[in-house]
């Protein structure tokens, strides 16, 4: 399970380039296609449902490897919730049981588990697997599949009645989160790895439910790239936020829209790398 798991994330390969985010970066990007047209190898770390805090853990884990020797670039997922701190899992620590051998992973998880659950898991190791989303993810590592397996379109109407009736979530700046991001890119640039934070697109309806904070969210995260060395913005928001056809709901790209996101991203590595 756990060689699995560790080649599905790449974590156990030496890579130039590190992208870490949650499903929406995993949705928007295929691994595959970066390394066979970049020929450079890629670690594609992205997890459902973490935060900015478990992205600076999932960073330290890689960073601390015998693998981070070869990095030069991370794609860092962002978008317009980063640091509103609510509507991801609450108990996303869970999805790092199977690293608890890790010391700052094992610290990490202690911090947030209940004594119990933290003990069972340590001590009974095949219980650190014992979640879908973790079996899944090592038997995709055996098999070699990144496939993005999304391939609905987006139902505005429905989503456009939730947003009316006042369901979306808010957009926020907690400063716990904002603090949690400036160490983890710092933590980066300090190695001389450049981060490039990548906004990858979400649905226009969305993002004009609260438009004057998310241009807002938008502008801190550009002046954050312009006033800091090895950093950089990718916003694919102004391009493609418009075109349903790519988004299999208001946040996630289907197979379509990845193919296009990319294509983007490829295009601009080129020059990085």
């Known amino acids: 399970m756990s060689k699995g798991i560790d080649s599905f994330y790449g974590l ?33 770390y992205t997890r459902e449902g973490v935060n900015v805090a478990d ?37 996303s620590y869970q999805l790092f049981y199977p690293f608890m051998d890790n010391p700052s992973i094992s610290n990490y998880i202690k911090a947030h588990a209940t004594p119990t659950d933290y003990w069972l898991r340590k001590l009974v190791r095949t219980t650190r697997y014992n979640d879908d989303g ?36 808010h957009i926020g700046m907690q400063q716990e989160l904002i603090e949690d991001f400036k160490e983890t890119v710092k933590m980066m640039t300090d190695r001389g790895i450049k981060v490039i934070l990548v906004n990858t697109p979400t649905l226009d ?40 056809e790519l988004f299999h709901d208001c946040l996630h790209l289907n197979a379509k829209g990845q193919e296009i996101i990319t294509t983007e991203i490829i295009r601009k590595l080129r020059k990085e790398l």
């Open 55 to 91: 992205k600076k853990i999932m960073i330290r884990q890689y960073l601390e490897s015998d693998c981070s020797d070869s990095l030069r670039i991370c794609l860092y997922g962002v978008d317009l919730f980063t640091f509103t701190g609510q509507g991801l899992s609450q108990n």
């Open 205 to 244: 309806l969305l993002n004009g439910y609260e438009p004057e904070r998310f241009k807002m969210i938008t502008k801190w995260f550009k002046d954050f790239a312009q006033n800091s060395p090895f950093v950089e913005y990718w916003d694919f928001n102004p391009q493609y936020a418009s075109k349903y």
């Open 134 to 169: 973790i079996k899944n993810a090592s038997i995709r590592g055996w098999m070699n599949d990144w496939s993005n397996r999304k391939n609905g379109m987006v139902d505005t109407e429905t989503y456009k009645q939730k947003l009316q009736n006042g369901n979306e979530r």
């Open 12 to 44: 156990n390969q030496h890579s130039k380039l590190l992208i870490v985010g949650h499903s929406h970066l995993m949705l928007a990007t295929d691994k595959e296609r970066i390394e066979y047209e970049l020929h450079t190898a890629v670690s594609k």
